[in-house]
C-alpha cells in the first residue's frame, strides 16, 4: 500500500484475509464474499481507509464468483497493468490508501463495458438509511 501508514499498523487494524488481499495483493476464494449476495441500496467502501469506492446501483451480477460493479465512483480507484500468473491484467487499487481491490475487464454491462472484479474482503458496505 502507498500511505504512510505502518506495516504494523495494516497488519493491527485488519484481519488476516483482508490484510493478505489489501496489502499483499492477494485474491479471496470465489464465492466467499457475503458481498456476493448483498442486494440493498448502499455504498461500498474500502476496507483499509474508508474511501467510497462503488455505488449499489452499479453492482450486478457476473457470474464470476466476486462481487462486480461497472462503474467506480469517479476517481476513487486507479489501476495499473498486472503480469503477474502469466496474464495481463489490470488491477484495481484503491487511490487513497493504494490497497489492492481486484481487477477490471472489459467484458462488463453497458452503460461502461467494464467488470470491476472485487475481493469482497477489501470492501465494506453500509446500507442506505
Given amino acids: 500500500m502507498t500511505d504512510t501508514k505502518a506495516e504494523k499498523y495494516w497488519e ?9 488481499v489489501l496489502c499483499q495483493h492477494g485474491t479471496e476464494r470465489a464465492g466467499s464474499s457475503p458481498l456476493n449476495h448483498e442486494k440493498r441500496n448502499g455504498q461500498y467502501f474500502c476496507v483499509g481507509c474508508g474511501q467510497e469506492l462503488f455505488e449499489s446501483r452499479t453492482k450486478y451480477e457476473s457470474g464470476s464468483g466476486w462481487p ?7 476517481g476513487a480507484v486507479a489501476t495499473m ?15 487513497k490508501c493504494g490497497g489492492h ?10 452503460p461502461t463495458g467494464l467488470r470491476y472484479c472485487m475481493n469482497g474482503a477489501a470492501l465494506r458496505f453500509a446500507p442506505e438509511k
Fill in 12 to 20: 493491527d487494524t485488519l484481519t488476516p484475509e483482508q490484510y493478505r
Fill in 68 to 74: 462486480s460493479f461497472y462503474a467506480p465512483k469517479e
Fill in 81 to 95: 497493468l498486472d503480469t503477474s500468473h502469466g496474464m495481463r491484467r489490470d488491477e484495481v487499487h484503491c487511490a
Fill in 101 to 110: 481491490l481486484g481487477h477490471v475487464f472489459p467484458d462488463g454491462p453497458q
